[in-house]
């Protein structure tokens, strides 16, 4: 198939594809050819010129056309910026005709025309979406009666749940046993290991798997971290032992496809319980890697046993190697012998099914071509694929003979209708003929009739003889002449309706002519025609079930090797993106043709592995030739998928366990990926706070692959070692893993010099990750026998470690030692935590190693009981806080005894002193106030649980060897036979009355499912019960002093007591009580009966848990209330804002009917809020008497209101009842309410989300309910439906407590309390109207300006009113607040300031999100840019601030972040369309505040996030832009290494994204580079804010590129303009006004000597040194005091006499200054008037300077038409109002704002520009004395400070 290239050089056939447009620049050069060649033009005409007016014209079309559809709803970004495109294409265009001297005056007013329509529409839209987000109008200005409060409130209701009572309690055997089965925890387990005897043991493969699918199952639906690890454990033990027997053993070995599945299944199964237990807290107890090792091990297991199945059933098989390597496996962490030895077994099958000779199968490192054969070979050998191949051959035979026999008949009908349209066209041609002369002859009557007709008119009224006897003449022959054209028109008539018809039946057959010439549809086979190709087709589509499973498990296990989570660099190594067509759906899809129909239709299939080919299929429209008489063949027409070739991807397993791995959607796990990123992605990473020592953990497995001066870094880096480690200790730990087959030794060299501390958890990674990683894996030949195939795979760094005086037994002779040592030294037991593990792992290799680890957990089990002794002495003196410490370290020292049983042999005393360890750690857990002490014990709990789950089979083992145990149902059963002394002794370890002989009866389901739970019935009449996983022990069903599991693991008492548990008693009631007080309460946990108030708190069998809190000192009680696991808190508080339900424990008090909420831990008493419900009013509203006891209290039944107060943050550690009785005063005297309607929760809503907004009204405003209220009456009603009086509320306070913001409405206006002295604008969009000034020009208003009039709508018909009025600023982002400052005066209803006052704008801080722009469904519209905001309502967030200035409008921050943050919401918010305030583009705006934000300091994450965000969303506008983001991020980080030697130290201490390497992305220079050297017509350079500095240029890209900027246009250059002089006039006010004006200012304050007292404090200040003026009185005669400090002239020094003078000199400076006393009497009046006089010259000179800076007039010539021209598409800068102040200090701007000034008109607008300044100055001044004026006597001191301040 050959596709089409488009454009005119595309010749040939084509087979396929659409032909691609031919582009412009050819169209552009064709028509000029057109133009030069054709003759078109005459002599005087210029081909080139009249084709550049063609296209300018053409170019102003189409902006017209698209100007058509622009409209304010449609007015988006994207719009702009094609309108904006067009318009520079245009002006460009029109201003280089301008410059070729075209008269372009009428393209340029076309041009205006337009550009106003743009601005038109954009302005519509931003008033329009202002208008959207207007407060609502204060009361004053709403009129008497009404509020001016928007919207309606009401109280939250809810339901308050009834008084649950302990649910009653059963008596006797069978309840005994059904509560102890509950409350024991204990979980199924398996008959599949490999101590089974029986059937269970001979059971095949396929029913272990189906049984181990069972119980991962069932222990699904268990909580906590030992049902994760017993699920992962039982896997993993048949698994690997399969794997040790050998996958050629027939208890190892896959029997069908349905085994196939079902492994697959299981590992599914697997590995989304590994992720769950990832995910879990109770994962950071365990090293990550060696988690993920197993994980990728079973499934490398799994693949050898589908390997091996795959072999037995399909012999093809045994030809091909396996996908995986047998080297990967040494990247593997693992810590006990049965993996290690399962991972050897698989390297060695995998090494066996490995040969250079063979293909790999299923591997898609050599690009699929061993399947690829494979397929070939296997379709052609087997008789079921090839019978599907033979039918569909045949029915694609028939499709082609069916297709030709149609294009026959075409063929046929087309011929026939030729020859038939050629017999008309003879005839039509004869009659053509006949026609021909008759219709000549018909054209001469005609003519003669016509001449005879006319002159016959004019003879009509003819007196004279001649003519008379002329009209008798005529007459007859005209009479002959109509009967000559009579008898003609009879012979033509027939001829012509004949000729007619015929021609009409012609086009008839023409019609048909062109159907049947066009070629029927064409044919797209379904498989390919090349046989070996329809081979691999038919292979993927219809492959055998195991042959499916075993590609699927080829590609899992080889991604199991990829790092996780996936980094970009990875991410990119293994993408695959060039997959088009799928196969299984293009076969399923084209089976049946329009021609044939099978009779039988094969349903192609697919497995994880999905076959795709990389080429796509052709449309039908392009296949074959057009017309049936252009096709020569059968093929032609059809199209089989030849090119379609089947290639392997991978989309992951699709299971939850690879939802957070971060792969790419298609990858190719078999990609080549660096050695040292997969060595890495398998090291244990240290804890963050010793990352600097990371580099020390890898080790890349191979002599070959470490670095030479690898034994050296640690030496070299020494200055790294941090300070818990000695210098010898330090090179000890660099050195552990410097050299693979090294590292034996330096551990054992390290436990003999002791220099390490080996309970440090970065050790303890250390070693760990030293002992358990595999390493380099070697096949070793056997050389007990002759052949020289066999042979073993073994460690490299292990081989023949177990020989004697090898590393093996020196590690146990030193393991020994230590134990020795460490007896004596209880403070180094923490040393054992490491100790015992690496004993107990190499005590299966090595049996003194068992004998240390045996060591190691007596001494730490010693330790234990001497501290059970001190805990005896502290509680008896009642030291509960010294007991609780040291009930911790007994707890401590037990789990370290039994992580020492994690590996190894097991013998009986081994398993009795387990269970008694497991029990006692079980019920040593307590409650502590150290949290990291708790945490530490917590993981140590875990490991244990680790160590119970993966002895568990040694252990049932040890326990069914003579103990006579008997397996019954969990209720019911036979009596159990001779006891367990093991398990009696653990139960007897808690409970000291325990009979010494017990019969223990194994738990078990009525399918005769083994439970790993224990009970036995006691000769004292008692039942115990044991679960040997997580050492639960139970008396009747009770846990002795602790509460039972299905209590622990309820998700109410999980919510706010965590892992905690209590010594508790239990009551005759069935209530669990905690026999100390806890923090000064007691706390009682009871089930009761679920009521229809509590479902949420039911546990699905009809039972809810209660909680209660009892306070020792009062006895008041609290019951804690059950959120629901959706924490809706059910029917008693949906309606409570989301965080008081989230974040909140809620407390219930009946008899003070009070909900006190706190925060979600037990242990924390301090009071949020206050809920009230069931009273008449308030805090200190009265309450119905209450009953004598909350149990036996009536429950309410129907809704209430709630009255929730906050409680101020001084008062929240205050007691409940103390806040309702003391200070009830001095509480929020606002409750909380709901909106029904509100217009200003709906404006605060575009800021924050309104579920975390609280409202809170004037208790004044909320009267209590009324007489014929719902609760009055007592009536029924739903929570929702409550009858709180629905009131408009005057007065509220709205809280943002995620930003700690409050705004509080009163008199209309809302006042923010974070900001004293701010209030909220009425406007909250950053859009003014202004009204219009006698400004010209571009030079626009602020876009901070007060909008004025907006609230009506706008229309096209007023476009440059409303274009030249309207200003805004951030088009398309709404999230933030406009706060304006309140009006300074004492009155009640507080007021916007008047005039420019200094608006500020909050922001949300964080990451800037661009988004769609939507233009349907009218306003308002989807916003371009957000903030990203967390959505959980715990999140802190952060406001950043930014000032609107007064004056020019612009939003001003006051640090980095925040400036940056807003370059980036400008970037997200940029288009092409010059915002007109600033007269600056969005990007361009952005391009100008990196710019100030220039730092000598790395920049943060937040910083660097911001410039990315930038540069992404805005660099394809600006690409300087991208460039200084470069520039700013690359300066920041050169003094990075100083930060990092102050940080943590190391290679990766960075603390800042800002460390990063930066590196210009090549495709961003040229794109500037481009774009600077471009030139417009007229000679005018890139726009200047587009445009870098030359230094900024040299540093991010080498050289510059403003040599173009730089150049002074040709015309300029040569004079070839007028430039602008006479008609720029001097500045209309005088320099000296405003010194006039100042001095005026002065004189109104009476004031004497000031001039004195001035050059006295000149003088003093100054160089000149003066002696101390030691006269008594002033100048004026004022008493002067004396000078207090008197210096001792005797002992002096001269240092002291001259600070002494000056002070002396300061003093008398000070005292002859008088105070003014005095204001003159027409203060107020000359400040009013002066105010409105400079407020006018400002508006005259601001006008003058706005219209001679951009005056161009005609005179200047075609170049000033350019420049108007291009500066209607902002292709050149235009001036604003900041230009105009930056024109003060560099006056070489005004030139480039106006390049047609004359030197002697900039000076004089350069000093307009300096009085205009002068005169913002003194205007803001008149504004701030004005203000005091109004003020009165309060502020006179100020106004007097103001008046006397000059320059």
């Known amino acids: ?81 094609v309108c904006m495109s067009m318009l520079d294409s245009a002006a460009r265009k029109a201003a280089a005709l301008a410059m070729d001297g075209h008269n372009v005056s009428s393209f340029e007013a076309q041009l205006q025309i337009a550009a106003q329509r743009i601005q038109v529409a954009t302005a519509e839209r931003a008033v329009q979406e202002g208008n959207q987000y207007m407060l609502p109008a204060s009361s004053s200005d709403q009129g008497p009666g009404r509020s001016g409060m928007s919207g309606t409130w009401r109280l939250p209701s809810g339901v308050v749940p009834a008084a649950a009572v302990p649910e009653a309690l059963a008596t006797g055997r069978h309840a005994a046993v059904a509560n102890a089965t509950a409350a024991l925890g204990a979980l199924p387990v398996t008959t599949t290991g490999s101590t089974d005897t029986g059937a269970a043991a001979t059971a095949g493969l396929g029913h272990k798997l189906q049984q181990l699918q069972g119980l991962l199952q069932a222990l699904n639906q268990h909580s906590g971290d030992v049902a994760a690890q017993h699920a992962i454990s039982s896997v993993e033990e048949v698994m690997f032992g399969c794997a040790v027997a050998g996958f050629d053993n027939a208890s190892s070995r896959l029997q069908s496809a349905a085994d196939a599945e079902a492994l697959m299944q299981l590992i599914a199964l697997y590995r989304n319980m590994v992720s769950m237990y990832r995910q879990s807290t109770a994962a950071a107890a365990t090293m990550k890697i060696e988690v993920r090792s197993r994980e990728a091990l079973l499934t490398w297991v799994a693949y050898c046993m589908m390997f091996e199945l795959a072999k037995s059933q399909e012999p093809l098989v045994r030809s091909y190697n396996v996908a995986l390597s047998w080297r990967d496996p040494q990247y593997f962490v693992l810590c006990d012998k049965t993996a290690v030895e399962a991972t050897l077994s698989v390297s060695s099958y995998l090494y066996e099914h490995s040969s250079p000779s063979r293909h790999q199968l299923f591997s898609m490192s050599d690009s699929g071509k061993g399947t690829a054969a494979f397929a070939v070979q296997f379709v052609a050998q087997d008789s079921r694929l090839s019978g599907i191949l033979r039918q569909h051959q045949l029915d694609m035979d028939l499709s082609v003979e069916k297709h030709d026999a149609e294009v026959q008949r075409k063929k046929q009908l087309f011929a026939q209708l030729t020859a038939e349209a050629s017999e008309l066209t003879s005839q039509i041609s004869t009659l053509r003929g006949q026609l021909r002369p008759l219709e000549a002859e018909q054209a001469d009557l005609n003519r003669q009739a016509s001449s005879l007709s006319r002159r016959l008119w004019e003879l009509r009224f003819a007196v004279n003889a001649d003519k008379l006897v002329e009209k008798e003449l005529l007459e007859p022959q005209y009479a002959l002449v109509q009967s000559q054209k009579s008898a003609v028109d009879k012979k033509v008539s027939p001829l012509q309706s004949r000729k007619n018809t015929l021609e009409s039946k012609l086009a008839d057959v023409n019609r048909q002519l062109q159907a049947a010439r066009e070629a029927p549809a064409s044919v797209i086979q379904p498989l390919p025609k090349n046989t070996q190709n329809a081979h691999q087709w038919v292979f993927w589509l219809h492959k055998p079930t195991v042959l499916s499973s075993l590609a699927d498990i080829s590609l899992l296990a080889q991604q199991l090797l990829l790092p996780t989570p996936c980094s970009s660099d990875v991410q990119s190594a293994i993408q695959v993106t060039d997959m088009v067509t799928s196969i299984v759906q293009h076969y399923n899809t084209h089976q049946v043709s329009r021609y044939h129909r099978p009779v039988q239709l094969f349903t192609g299939s697919q497995g994880l592995v999905k076959p795709f080919a990389r080429a796509g299929v052709p449309g039908p429209s392009t296949i074959g030739p057009r017309y049936v008489d252009q096709i020569t063949s059968k093929e032609q027409g059809v199209w089989y998928p030849d090119d379609l070739l089947p290639v392997m991807t991978w989309n992951g397993a699709c299971t939850a366990a690879d939802n957070s791995n971060g792969f790419p959607p298609t990858f190719n796990p078999f990609a080549a990926i660096d050695t040292t990123i997969t060595a890495d992605s398998f090291t244990e990473r240290l804890p963050a706070q010793h990352a600097s020592l990371q580099w020390t953990m890898l080790q890349l497995g191979s002599r070959a692959a470490t670095p030479l001066d690898r034994g050296n870094l640690g030496i070299a880096r020494q200055d790294q070692k941090p300070c818990w480690m000695s210098k010898p200790g330090y090179l000890a730990f660099t050195s552990m893993r410097a050299y693979p087959l090294m590292q034996l030794r330096q551990l054992c060299i390290a436990l003999r010099e002791q220099h390490l501390p080996w309970g440090h958890p970065a050790v303890v990674a250390l070693v760990k990750q030293t002992v358990y990683q595999l390493g380099d894996l070697i096949w070793t030949n056997d050389s007990s026998t002759s052949s020289s195939s066999t042979g073993s795979m073994q460690l490299l760094w292990r081989r023949h470690w177990e020989a004697e005086g090898q590393e093996l037994h020196a590690l146990s002779y030193e393991l020994q030692l230590l134990a020795e040592k460490l007896a004596d030294a209880p403070r180094e037991h923490d040393a054992v935590l490491l100790l015992g593990q690496l004993a107990a792992y190499l005590a299966d290799w090595h049996s003194g190693c068992k004998e240390a680890a045996r060591q190691f957990a007596a001494m730490t089990s010693k330790a234990a009981e001497q501290l059970g002794k001190q805990l005896q002495q502290a509680r008896a003196h009642n030291q509960d806080g010294i007991a609780r410490q040291l009930q911790a370290k007994q707890s401590k020292a037990r789990a370290l005894s039994l992580l020492c049983y994690g590996a190894g042999p097991l013998d009986a005393s081994d398993v009795a002193h387990m269970l008694q360890l497991m029990v006692l750690v079980k019920h040593g857990d307590l409650l502590l106030a150290d949290t990291a002490l708790a945490d530490e014990l917590q993981q140590l709990r875990v490991q244990c649980h680790w160590v119970m789950v993966k002895r568990l089979p040694a252990v049932l083992a040890v326990l069914q060897q003579g103990s006579g145990i008997s397996r019954r149902h969990a209720v019911e059963g036979p009596a159990g036979l001779a006891g367990s002394p093991l398990m009696t002794a653990a139960v007897a370890a808690v409970l000291q009355w325990t009979p010494p002989e017990l019969q223990w009866v194994q738990l078990t389901t009525a399918a005769g499912h083994a439970w790993a739970g224990f009970h036995a019935e006691g000769s004292d009449g008692h039942l115990y019960s044991l679960n040997i996983l997580d050492g639960t022990v139970l008396l009747d069903g009770v846990p002795p002093s602790r509460l039972p599991s299905d209590i622990l693991q309820h998700p109410v008492y999980h919510c706010c007591f965590g892992s905690s548990n209590f010594d508790v008693g239990f009551t005759a009631t069935g209530m669990y009580k905690t026999l100390r007080a806890i923090d000064g309460c007691y706390y009682s946990f009871y089930w009761a009966a679920a009521s229809s108030t509590s479902q949420h708190g039911s546990t699905g069998s009809g039972r809810e848990l209660v909680i209660l809190e009892t306070e020792r000192d009062t006895g008041e009680q609290l019951q804690l209330l059950d959120v629901g696991v959706d924490g809706a808190c059910g029917a008693w508080g949906r309606e409570l804002p989301l965080r008081l339900r989230q974040l909140h ?13 706190r925060p ?195 229309s096209s018909s007023g476009g440059s009113s409303i274009s030249s009025a309207v200003h805004y600023t951030l088009p398309g982002f709404r999230q933030y607040l406009v706060l304006e400052p309140v009006q300074e005066g004492s009155s009640d209803a507080p007021r916007p300031a008047d005039g420019y006052g200094s608006k500020m704008v909050l922001v949300p801080a964080g990451q800037v999100v661009q988004t769609g722009s939507s233009s349907s469904g009218g306003i308002p519209w989807a916003g371009t840019a957000s903030v990203a905001a967390p959505k959980h309502a715990s999140a802190t967030l952060l406001v950043h601030k930014y000032a609107v200035h007064p004056r020019f409008g612009h939003l001003r921050a006051s640090d980095v972040l925040p400036r940056l943050q807003l370059a980036a919401l400008y970037a997200a918010t940029s288009s092409l369309m010059p915002e007109p305030g600033s007269m600056m583009t969005g990007a361009q705006t952005a391009v100008q505040l990196i710019r100030q934000s220039w730092v000598n300091r790395p920049l943060s994450p937040e910083e660097v996030q911001h410039l990315e965000t930038a540069a992404a969303c805005a660099g394809h506008l600006a690409p300087a832009l991208r460039l200084l983001v470069v520039e700013l991020q690359g300066s920041a980080s050169q003094l990075q290494h100083l930060y990092d030697l102050a940080g943590a130290g190391g290679e990766d201490s960075g603390t800042t994204s800002s460390s990063k390497s930066v590196v210009i992305k090549p495709e961003a220079a040229v794109e500037y580079r481009l774009q600077a050297m471009k030139v417009l017509p007229g000679g005018w350079p890139l726009h200047r804010k587009l445009r870098l500095s030359s230094d900024v240029e040299v540093q991010v890209m080498g050289a510059s590129s403003t040599a173009a900027a730089s150049s002074m246009p040709a015309w300029k250059r040569l004079g070839q303009f007028h430039a602008i002089d006479a008609s720029v006039p001097r500045c209309p006010v005088s320099p000296a006004y405003v010194e006039e004006c100042e001095a005026r200012l002065r004189n109104l304050v009476t004031a004497t000597h000031t001039r004195s007292a001035l050059k006295r404090s000149h003088s003093w200040l100054g160089l000149k040194r003066r002696q101390p003026d030691n006269s008594k009185c002033g100048s004026g005669g004022i008493s002067m005091p004396e000078y207090p400090l008197t210096p001792n002239k005797s002992s002096s020094t001269p240092l002291e006499s001259m600070m002494h003078a000056e002070l002396q000199q300061s003093w008398e400076a000070h005292h002859s200054t008088s105070t003014p006393t005095a204001i003159a009497p027409i203060a107020a009046t000359v400040i009013s008037s002066m105010q409105v006089n400079v407020s006018k010259k400002r508006q005259e000179i601001q006008g003058y300077l706005a219209h001679h800076i951009s005056y161009t007039s005609q005179a200047a010539g075609a170049p000033a038409a350019a420049f108007r021209l291009l500066q209607l598409s902002s292709s050149v800068a235009s001036a604003s109002l900041l230009d105009l102040m930056c024109c003060a200090w560099q006056p070489h701007m005004l030139p480039e704002l106006n390049p047609f000034l004359s030197g002697s008109a900039c000076s004089r607008l350069h000093e307009g520009v300096l009085v205009w300044l002068q005169l913002c100055v003194l205007e803001d001044k008149l504004a701030r004395l004005g203000q005091h004026v109004r003020a009165g006597a309060a502020a006179a001191s100020l106004l007097v400070q103001e008046l006397l301040v000059y320059r």
């Open 1 to 81: 198939m050959t596709m089409p290239r488009g454009g005119f050089t595309d010749v040939g056939l084509h087979t396929g594809g659409t032909p691609r447009a031919t582009s412009w620049d050819l169209v552009q050069q064709t028509l000029l050819a057109v133009l030069q060649q054709s003759g078109v033009c005459s002599a005087d005409q210029q081909p080139d010129a009249i084709l550049a007016l063609a296209l300018a014209h053409l170019d102003l079309w189409l902006l017209s056309q698209q100007l058509q559809l622009l409209r304010p709803e449609t007015a988006t970004a994207d719009m702009l910026n």
């Open 1145 to 1157: 424990s809620h407390w219930l008090n009946r008899q003070h009917k009070v909900i006190v909420l």
């Open 1160 to 1354: 979600k831990h037990f242990q924390q008493h301090s009071v949020s809020f206050l809920i009230r419900y069931g009273v008449s009013d308030r805090i200190g509203g009265q309450s119905p008497p209450a009953a004598a006891s909350s149990a036996s209290a009536e429950p309410p039944v129907q809704a209430t209101a709630l009255w929730c107060w906050r409680v101020p943050h001084h008062l929240t550690s205050e007691h409940w009842l103390s806040l309702l009785s003391n200070y009830a005063h001095q509480l929020q005297t606002q409750p909380m309410v709901l909106a029904d309607s509100s217009e200003h929760l709906r404006i605060l809503g575009k800021f924050e989300d309104a579920a975390y907004i609280h409202v809170y009204a004037s208790d004044k405003a909320l009267s209590a309910p009324s007489a014929g209220s719902a609760e009055a009456q007592g009536a029924h009603v739903a929570a929702r439906s409550v009858s709180t009086n629905l009131v408009t509320v005057p007065e509220l306070l709205f809280e943002l407590p995620r930003f700690g913001l409050e705004f509080e409405l009163r008199g209309g206006c809302l006042l923010s309390k974070a900001h004293s002295g701010y209030c909220l604008s009425k406007y909250q969009q950053l859009v003014g109207q202004v009204p219009p000034r006698d400004s010209a020009g571009p030079v626009c208003a602020p876009a901070g300006a007060e909008m004025e009039g907006n609230s009506g709508s706008t």
